[in-house]
């Protein structure tokens, strides 16, 4: 699915405003700008702040510092922020994202229940058909990058089933709702809203228009504002860096891994034979071989030039299943800090690598 741009008259202005320093002072303007159809007096000082996030000191700091630093018509902020909605079950969601306590005691089956969210045969065949339709950007970024392309197609899997799901929540509102009314994220996700409204002018997009996660995440590979400011890239070259083309997106989620650590050519995570269990694991733990080798384990295959690992543990019902992770695991892991998450995109690429005959 392509984003067209929408060029409102609210997009107009917001473009306009990034360049308007020159532009004649309020008193000597003879047109007025018009805005629903109503010719608006030039001399008017603008309305407060209306809608969900008025009387919001949060929002108007907000908006003082965006016309500060940005160029940022006050009134065109306060038209955009009146219309935002402040969402109650995106602050419920958050908090349920926050570390709880302990896990549950195991083994239960939580990888096998998570990987069947993901590797299934329908999604196979999906992703068969995207690696088919996009080989050619896929190797362009493996060539640029040095990003495999079973890598590129289980982020873009798991994040969106290949474009499917993208999100229904209006990023507007919530990073409005998270960035002045969540007190716990409110530094990260004010920046977020920040740069969602640099991009929206950059780009041409209406930012009311825009889709996303209820996190704030956008297009086939979910980026976060943050991350489009620093590594999505125009990879179609059309003179747009658009999150929500396929061909945009693949070159960025490369760019993303490249920039965090991405070792071209290395190995993600060995399957180990044995058991540890004295021994914490994670995607952050790190061990040497030969202590991994001393609590019981031994590696089933190469870990290439790597004489460290970190021990990941999968969860498969009746028992555990050790693993070495390498750097490439630990670089899948800063899409979202997360064992399972990062293994299930690992399994998914390389399930539909195997199913185009590897
Ligand atoms: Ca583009």
Known sequence: MRYSALLSPLVLLLSACSHDAAAPAPSSATASPVKGGFLLDPQHTGQPLQGDFAFNDNTARFVDRMVREHGFDKQQLHDVLAQARRLDWVIRLMDKQAPVGRPAAGPNGAWIRYRSQFITQDNVQNGVAFWDQYQDALERAYERYGVAPEVIVGIIGVETRWGRVMGKTRIIDALSTLAFDYPRRAKFFESELEV????????????????????????????????????????????????????????????????????????????????????????????????????????????????????????????????????????????????HYAMAVWQLGESVKQARGG
Not at 249 to 261: D, K, L, R
Not at 274 to 298: C, D, I, K, M, V
């Open 196 to 339: 969602f409204l640099l991009m929206s002018r950059s780009e041409g997009y209406d930012p009311l228009d825009l889709k996303g996660s209820f996190a704030g995440a956008m297009g086939y590979g979910q980026f976060m504002p943050s991350s489009f400011k620093s590594y999505a890239v125009d990879f179609n070259a059309d003179g747009h860096t658009n999150l929500w083309d396929p061909v945009d997106a693949i070159g960025s989620v490369a760019h993303y891994f490249q920039a965090h650590g991405w070792q071209h050519g290395d190995a993600v995570a060995v399957p180990a034979q044995g058991q540890a269990p004295g021994l914490e694991n994670g995607f952050a733990t790190r061990y040497s071989l030969a202590t991994l080798s001393a609590a019981g384990l031994q590696p089933t295959a190469s870990l290439g030039r790597y004489r460290e690992a970190s021990l990941l543990r999968l969860d498969m019902g009746n028992s555990y299943q050790y693993w070495y992770g390498l750097p490439n695991f630990y670089a899948i892991t800063r899409y979202n800090h997360s064992t």
